[in-house]
């Protein structure tokens, strides 16, 4: 059965390039357009989709607003933001309203459409460059550095990881097993909340760890 998606975007031409692109896929489909507020609250209610991609803001169309009515009218359907919006309020009062994914419009269409994947199995997605906005608001929240959440040799590994160094050199480095650096290394991810490696190496230049 594909995935049923609800575009929710003033820009109509955004919106037909991107119902054509998922037009070429095999899973998912594009069933309503919205470009106001109304108009997304009565197409949701009228097809019922599985996934809401949808502006955070623009005219007669607030998002956070949106997510919060959809989750109480039907808690069922995925609210993903896709914006070009990088800012932390944004962001965090679009979670808060219960959505799903904050996804910025400048990714490439095969990253949207695996996170719509991911999402409709009950994985929260966000880009990139979120995650290091949502890592560090963490960090100054909380008055801590990576140094302070990690343990020294966490700091030492995420180092080197951050290096380009792989598994196996980094326990000759330490003389530790590479069952260890292993899981050192869940660690670091499950305490960062990294997805990946580019993450980890984002977080690693911004913060100082690595130049």
């Known amino acids: ?51 809401i991609l949808m502006e955070v803001i623009s005219p007669q ?17 995925k609210v993903i933001a896709l914006t070009s ?16 994914g904050y996804l910025m419009k400048k990714c490439t269409f095969e990253h949207l459409a695996d996170s719509i994947r991911q999402i409709s199995t009950g994985n929260k997605q966000v880009s990139p460059d979120v995650q290091s906005i949502l890592i560090e608001g963490y960090l100054d929240r909380n008055g801590l550095s990576g140094t302070d959440i990690l ?10 990881l951050a290096e380009g160094k792989s598994i196996k ?7 530790i097993s590479i069952k260890t650096v292993g899981t050192h290394k ?17 977080f690693a230049l911004i913060h100082g760890i690595v130049s």
């Open 1 to 51: 059965m594909k995935i049923r998606i609800l575009l929710a975007d003033n820009n109509q031409l955004f919106r037909e390039l991107l119902a054509e692109r998922f037009s070429q896929t095999t899973d998912m489909e594009v069933v309503a357009e919205a470009e106001i507020g109304e108009e997304v609250l009565d197409k949701a209610g009228l097809v019922q989709p599985d996934i």
């Open 61 to 77: 169309l607030n998002g956070v607003e949106l997510t919060k009515a959809i989750y109480k009218f039907n808690p069922n359907i």
């Open 85 to 100: 919006l990088l800012e932390k309020q944004f962001i965090k009062d679009m979670l808060e309203a219960k959505a799903w």
């Open 151 to 160: 343990t020294k040799r966490e700091l030492d590994v995420l180092k080197l």
């Open 169 to 175: 050199e980094i326990s000759q480095t330490f003389f």
């Open 186 to 202: 869940q660690n670091i991810f499950e305490k960062m909340r990294f997805e990946n490696l580019s993450q980890l190496i984002r």
